[in-house]
């Protein structure tokens, strides 16, 4: 009985200091988890770029917009195209085979180059043709000395001395028109050639190619072995939507700008407005006629600017008071007693003596910070 007891009190006994322990151990790793949990995050506001206080604002100083009259402009695209009035196809006189070459696609030739040479077989039946007339010619000029003298003696009547004269006429035409045909080939008739040499009628720069060596051709038909353009002047080609036509005018100037070479500006003349629209894309073919200083070449690509017949009155700052951050344009405003806040704007083009135009978000007469990068980044820091 006793011992029965003990053993009851002695299982409670442990089971009171094993609950024990197990507190203990929960409690500790409780009180190690609190040291590993994040503490809670501080926000700190950042500055309102809106309205903000520098130290020393004088240090900043400020410029007055002025005013810039501009008239509306519209920027179009173009490429750089052929004068078709300057193209020169350049035919083969005769039909042959080509023998020579002398000039190839891109050369600059000028009025009078020899171009190729065409073995043909037409220049040899011009030739034949050419030495029958002499013959004839020859014969008839017989003919009617022997008729005349025949007529002066009353031997024969003066119908058949009319039918001599007409005959000797009759051959010199012959004889002329076999000399010019030869002529027309390039062939001297003392000189007697199976080939033919074509020359560049004008001078520019061949734009089109058609023919190889050994390569037939046939006379006065295309495709034309050349074609050369006078590329002193040429044509700008631009597309300009149904909506912007208004602004575009026969006459007209519009300033060119070529991609190749951006410092650079040309002056071409609206030569014509296409009366015909894309049905796709809603646009008109506007050609501009422009002289060439050698920079041009075909299929090059150009801005063309029209300058509209509407004027707006514009800012104008110096370009070092706008910001150009994260692809946007910023000025910073004086906002009274050493606060300054910061206003986005539409910037535009550059002007002389370093300023450049402002199309919106400032008036003539505001003023900015004469150096916005410089204030930019003292607020930075």
């Known amino acids: 009985m006793n011992r ?7 299982l409670y006994l442990s ?3 094993s609950t024990a322990a197990c507190g203990r151990r929960v409690a500790v790793a409780s009180a190690s988890d ?3 949990l994040p503490r809670a995050a501080k926000v700190e506001p950042e500055m309102d770029l809106s309205n903000f206080k520098v130290n020393h604002p004088e240090q900043f100083p400020l410029v007055t917009a002025g ?3 501009a008239s509306t402009e519209l920027n179009v695209t173009g490429v750089v195209s052929p004068d078709v009035a300057r193209q020169v196809p350049v035919p083969s006189l005769a039909s042959g085979r080509v ?12 009025k009078g180059e020899l171009l190729f040479k065409v073995r043909s077989s037409d220049i040899a039946g011009a030739f034949s043709d050419y030495r029958k007339a002499v013959r004839n010619e020859q014969l008839a000029t017989i003919q009617l000395d022997r008729a005349k003298l025949l007529f002066d003696h009353g031997v024969i009547p003066k119908s058949a001395l009319e039918v001599a004269q007409t005959t000797e006429d009759n051959a010199k035409v012959d004889l002329e028109t076999t000399t010019e045909h030869l002529r027309l080939f390039g062939s001297d008739p003392d000189n007697p050639t199976g080939i033919v040499e074509v020359y560049a009628p004008v001078s520019g720069v061949i734009t089109d190619q058609q023919i190889t060596n050994s390569s037939g051709v046939q006379a006065l038909t295309a495709p034309n072995p050349f074609t050369i353009a006078d590329v002193s002047h040429v044509w700008i080609v631009c597309d ?3 909506n912007d036509l208004a602004q575009v005018h026969l006459g007209e100037y519009a300033d060119i700008h070529l991609n190749a070479y951006p410092g650079r500006s040309f002056r071409g003349h609206v030569a014509n407005i296409g009366q015909i629209m894309d049905p796709n894309i809603r646009t008109a073919k506007v050609r ?3 002289e060439n200083p050698g920079l041009m070449r075909f299929g090059m690509f150009v801005t063309a600017n029209f300058q509209g017949g509407v004027t707006e009155r514009h800012a104008a700052v110096p370009s070092t008071a706008i910001l150009h951050l994260h692809d946007r344009e910023w000025v910073y405003m004086p906002a009274g007693n050493g606060r300054f806040r910061r206003l986005e704007i539409a910037a535009g083009k550059m002007l002389l003596g370093n300023r450049q135009e402002i199309t919106s978000g400032i008036q003539p007469g505001d003023h900015v910070v004469a150096n916005a990068l410089v204030l930019q980044n003292t607020v930075e820091q």
């Open 4 to 10: 029965s007891r003990f053993l009851e009190v002695s």
């Open 34 to 36: 609190g040291d590993t």
């Open 288 to 290: 501009l006629e422009v």
């Open 15 to 17: 089971l009171v200091l």
């Open 240 to 242: 300009i939507y149904e």
């Open 99 to 110: 023998i020579e070459i002398n000039a190839r696609l891109g050369d600059e030739v000028k």
């Open 67 to 69: 005013e810039y009259i």
